[in-house]
């Protein structure tokens, strides 16, 4: 599950307008932290914003139901937590623009996105640590990524039943979470965000065996950047955040 496609009137106003004000302060934190970056870094993480669009604007069949690629993980080790939250609030919005669900579904969608971006880069580093390839590293943080979203998905379908039980629809969305938690159901739902998840990290697996062989600077390092040699294991200008 990469993004809601639910146009406006159906989620509850506690939850969307929450949705917006976390997610406008999420922005203020991330513009803070990235400040500092230059010319060659907003151009280098535009560059990825219209990659992660692109690849977000075509859906992928799988059976009967249609999943959107993301590229949460990869952007997220490639740029931090700050610069990929920037990049994923621009992306949902110009994907609401295209009709991929309302302008009130916006802060909530780039704040899942986000937090899944934001878990990438620690894991990718961890793995780093432990002698994994860059290869490998990114899509185990990938596959974590995707998880964590999906996760978060679940909980803001949870809190929408939650906040309006009284609704025709809130009561379909219910029934609908409880039929997909019954016995084979749930399997075959399990089975399909597996699928999912193992496209979307043998994408990130094969980014980062070629960035590895073309521009290896451009994968952060589990090196320190007190003692990290000047140019290696972030992109030129880049924010820590």
Wanted: hydrophobic residues 60%; positive net charge.
């Amino acid at each position: 599950m990469s993004h809601l496609h639910i146009p406006d009137g159906v989620l509850p106003p506690q939850l969307w307008i929450a949705g917006l004000v976390l997610a406008f302060l999420a922005l203020l934190a991330a513009v803070h932290a990235t400040r500092g970056a230059g010319p060659q870094q907003i151009a280098y993480q535009s560059a990825l914003g219209g990659i992660m669009l692109a690849v977000m604007a075509i859906p992928i069949p799988i059976t009967a139901f249609d999943y959107c690629m993301t590229l949460a993980g990869p952007v997220g080790v490639l740029l931090g937590a700050g610069a990929a939250f920037q990049v994923s609030l621009v992306v949902t919005l110009i994907l609401a623009l295209m009709g991929q669900g309302g302008f009130t579904v916006i802060g909530l969608n780039a704040l899942v996105l986000g937090a899944g971006a934001a878990t990438a880069r620690p894991v990718y580093l961890r793995a780093v640590a432990a002698r994994r390839s860059p290869a490998a590293a990114m899509a185990i943080a990938t596959a974590v990524s995707q998880v964590f979203s999906s996760l978060l998905w679940v909980v803001v379908l949870w809190a929408s039943v939650r906040l309006t039980p009284g609704l025709a629809v809130q009561q379909q969305v219910r029934e609908g979470l409880r039929f997909l938690a019954g016995g084979s159901v749930a399997a075959i739902v399990a089975v399909l965000m597996l699928a999912a998840v193992a496209i979307e990290s043998m994408l990130g697996f094969g980014l980062a065996r070629f960035l590895s062989r073309v521009r290896p600077d451009l994968l952060p390092s589990s090196v320190p950047a007190a003692s990290a040699p000047s140019g290696t294991g972030r992109p030129p200008e880049a924010g820590r955040f």
